[in-house]
């Protein structure tokens, strides 16, 4: 019973220490982190010196005749 309710206390106190998501960005589809994932672009810093990430999917499309 005691190793039951250490383990309990012990899972309650690392669920609240872990950060459980990161800071969104660009209109909430980009996510603020120190290293973007593959595939993934930089395209403005976020407040708190982190790349804002963005997808592929979402990001902006570049037109051809303006470039």
């Excluded at 980009?30 to 990430?53: A, L, M, P, Q």
């Excluded at 997808?55 to 902006?60: E, H, L, M, V």
């Amino acid at each position: 019973m005691r190793l039951l309710l250490l383990t309990l206390a012990v899972l309650l106190l690392l669920s609240q220490l872990t950060p459980g998501h990161t800071q969104k960005c660009w209109n909430l589809h980009g996510k603020c982190r120190r290293k973007c994932f593959r595939k993934e672009k930089i395209y403005v810093y976020c407040t708190n010196n982190k790349f804002c990430c963005v997808k592929p999917k979402y990001q902006p499309k570049r037109n051809p005749w303006l470039f």
